[in-house]
């Protein structure tokens, strides 16, 4: 694969997924191949490690968020309480999406970003492409555990994710033919090992790199 085809011109590529499907391991595959990548997740703990924003939260919420057993908690209850969820990513989606048009300032050619809530925030409108990477329950749980979370704070996580249009794959098809948006969209189903992962990956850009070339849909 060669990240130097269709330099001319940006192309957006969003990546989305439910939890621990593999969305970073495919984003740091295709940074090894010399493409410009955008991680939203670190930007979201950028912005969670900023001083000034905890202690805003800290205030307003009641929690001591220097505090890391106290955060943990807090954390764990946002995923719980989707009032709460809302609330907080009214605070840290503006953030996020200021830190990725920063990013994009002056880059050109194939450019990809992995944002879990893709569809959500309706950023699916900026992308020419979207890959969806999708995964079992028990990789998740799998997976989550190995990050350090326990069973309960693995399910309270997966289940937060259950309405997310991307599960829906009726709605999600339905909505595209909708709005009749302009994307080249891509599904990978991770449960095996990573190579495969990547060779999936292999292939979808150069169906884009031929999209892109052709400048046809």
Same mark, same amino acid.
């Given at each position: 694969?060669?990240?130097?085809?269709?330099?001319?011109?940006?192309?957006?590529?969003? %990546? #989305?997924?439910?939890?621990?499907? /593999?969305?970073?391991?495919?984003?740091?595959?295709?940074?090894?191949l /010399?493409?410009?990548?955008?991680?939203?997740?670190?930007?979201?703990?950028?912005?969670?490690?900023?001083?000034?924003?905890?202690?805003?939260?800290?205030?307003?919420?009641n929690?001591?968020?220097?505090?890391?057993?106290?955060?943990?908690?807090?954390?764990?209850?946002?995923?719980?309480?989707?009032?709460?969820?809302?609330?907080? +990513? !009214?605070? %840290?989606?503006?953030?996020?999406?200021?830190?990725?048009?920063?990013?994009?300032?002056?880059?050109? !050619?194939?450019?990809?970003?992995?944002?879990?809530?893709?569809?959500?925030?309706?950023?699916h409108? $900026?992308?020419?492409?979207?890959?969806? %990477?999708l995964?079992?329950?028990?990789?998740?749980?799998?997976?989550?555990?190995?990050?350090?979370?326990?069973?309960?704070?693995?399910k309270?996580?997966?289940?937060?994710?259950?309405?997310?249009?991307?599960?829906?794959?009726?709605?999600?098809?339905?909505?595209?033919?909708?709005?009749?948006?302009?994307?080249?969209?891509? +599904?990978?189903?991770?449960? #095996?090992?990573?190579i495969?992962?990547?060779?999936?990956?292999?292939?979808?850009?150069?169906?884009?790199? $031929?999209?892109?070339?052709?400048?046809?849909?």
């Amino acid at each position: 694969m060669c990240a130097k085809i269709v330099k001319s011109k940006k192309v957006i590529v969003g %990546i #989305t997924g439910n939890i621990a499907s /593999g969305k970073t391991t495919a984003l740091n595959y295709l940074s090894s191949l /010399g493409f410009k990548t955008i991680n939203s997740d670190e930007i979201v703990n950028k912005i969670w490690s900023d001083k000034e924003f905890n202690k805003v939260i800290s205030n307003e919420y009641n929690v001591n968020l220097e505090d890391g057993k106290s955060k943990k908690r807090f954390f764990n209850k946002i995923y719980e309480d989707p009032i709460l969820r809302k609330e907080i +990513e !009214g605070r %840290i989606h503006p953030k996020v999406f200021d830190e990725i048009e920063t990013n994009l300032q002056n880059e050109m !050619g194939i450019i990809f970003i992995e944002m879990p809530l893709l569809y959500e925030v309706n950023f699916h409108h $900026k992308c020419n492409h979207v890959i969806l %990477i999708l995964t079992s329950q028990d990789k998740q749980n799998s997976r989550l555990e190995k990050r350090g979370l326990s069973y309960k704070e693995s399910k309270i996580r997966i289940n937060s994710q259950k309405n997310f249009l991307f599960m829906n794959k009726a709605k999600y098809y339905k909505l595209l033919k909708k709005e009749s948006l302009n994307l080249g969209t891509f +599904e990978i189903y991770n449960i #095996t090992k990573k190579i495969d992962l990547f060779k999936s990956l292999d292939k979808i850009i150069e169906e884009i790199q $031929k999209h892109e070339k052709n400048n046809i849909i």
